[in-house]
């Protein structure tokens, strides 16, 4: 096992996966050893075959059953996990719900189109299903990481219905221009299965707009202590903190949380989890790992791919 992290530690700058620093990724070569993304992301499930009655057959009056519920309205507070992510002691992303923050409003398509501007990081939301994020490029459009395959849609047709906002501010790292915000969407364009260097479209979409090679699968070693913090608000004074060793990993239990809702995630930690007895003055935070039989990253999930390695 030593030999193994002499090895590792010793890569040479070229063999781990990164980005240039004018957020042109120059890293065109096959990555030994990395991760790769091949399956279906939420919206690929197969069509549901038409509704039955009890006896196999159609619904008496010939319909198709009876009418869907209707829709309840968006609610953030409601549906969305407060938290803020950390690496070691700097936060690098926040979702809070103070008073007086906007950002976490969603609005139609068609009035989120007024509220873009080339560069920006958009993300549609739903009750029940992951966040999907994409790159304003200008003239209506946007890039995203759809069904194993980058590509540019109106913004219309990528809401797929549903309301979105702008998410410029929810990560904190420095971005880059507009250009090359805009550049690196549209580079990738029509990349798809073997050719893409990320899990899910957030990670592709924040990778675009700040050029860090942290948001691409297998771009930091997993060596030695978990560095990333998912500290999860419970109430006003009470947050849980989850650890992982790359924000790849703290991303997919992210966006995890995000689509089975607050209810869950609150169910779910006052069931599972055992934290450890707190630390002195620091009664209010609890700090473990997932839940055992859950790993950190339960890509076969995720919304737009499962790790196989390669």
């Known amino acids: 096992m030593g030999n193994q992290v002499e090895k590792l530690t010793h890569l040479s700058y070229r063999e781990v996966p990164t980005a240039d620093p004018t957020g042109v990724d120059r890293d065109d070569g096959p990555r030994i050893g990395v991760s790769y993304i091949f399956s279906n992301d939420d919206e690929d499930m197969e069509p549901q075959p038409p509704p039955q009655g009890p006896d196999g057959g159609g619904f008496p009056d010939g319909g198709d059953g009876p009418p869907p519920p209707q829709p309840q309205p968006y609610d953030p507070r409601l549906h969305e996990v407060e938290c803020s992510v950390f690496y070691r002691d700097e936060c690098i992303y926040q979702k809070s719900f103070a008073p007086g923050s906007a950002v976490l409003s969603t609005y139609t398509p068609e009035n989120l189109l007024n509220k873009c501007k080339p560069g920006d990081l958009v993300e549609f939301v739903s009750q029940a299903q992951y966040p999907h994020w994409a790159v304003y490029v200008g003239n209506f459009q946007v890039v995203h990481l759809h069904r194993l395959e980058v590509i540019n849609s109106f913004l219309t047709d990528a809401s797929q219905g549903r309301r979105g906002r702008v998410v410029n501010d929810l990560y904190r790292y420095k971005p880059l221009s507009p250009s090359a915000v805009v550049?690196?969407?549209?580079?990738?364009?029509?990349?798809?299965?073997?050719?893409?260097?990320?899990?899910?479209?957030?990670?592709?979409?924040?990778?675009?707009?700040?050029?860090?090679?942290?948001?691409?699968?297998?771009?930091?070693?997993?060596?030695?202590?978990?560095?990333?913090?998912?500290?999860?608000?419970?109430?006003?004074?009470?947050?849980?903190?989850?650890?992982?060793?790359?924000?790849?990993?703290?991303?997919?239990?992210?966006?995890?949380?995000?689509?089975?809702?607050?209810?869950?995630?609150?169910?779910?930690?006052?069931?599972?989890?055992?934290?450890?007895?707190?630390?002195?003055?620091?009664?209010?935070?609890?700090?473990?790992?997932?839940?055992?039989?859950?790993?950190?990253?339960?890509?076969?999930?995720?919304?737009?791919?499962?790790?196989?390695?390669?």
């Open 183 to 310: 550049r690196n969407a549209l580079a990738h364009v029509g990349a798809k299965e073997r050719e893409l260097s990320w899990r899910n479209s957030e990670s592709f979409a924040a990778w675009c707009r700040y050029g860090k090679r942290e948001f691409k699968i297998g771009g930091e070693l997993r060596i030695g202590k978990q560095p990333y913090r998912l500290q999860i608000q419970l109430s006003a004074q009470r947050s849980h903190t989850l650890e992982f060793q790359s924000l790849e990993d703290l991303i997919m239990e992210k966006r995890r949380n995000d689509q089975i809702g607050r209810a869950a995630v609150l169910q779910e930690l006052a069931t599972h989890l055992h934290p450890a007895e707190p630390e002195e003055g620091d009664s209010n935070v609890a700090r473990t790992t997932p839940p055992p039989g859950r790993p950190p990253a339960p890509s076969s999930e995720e919304e737009d791919g499962e790790a196989v390695a390669h």
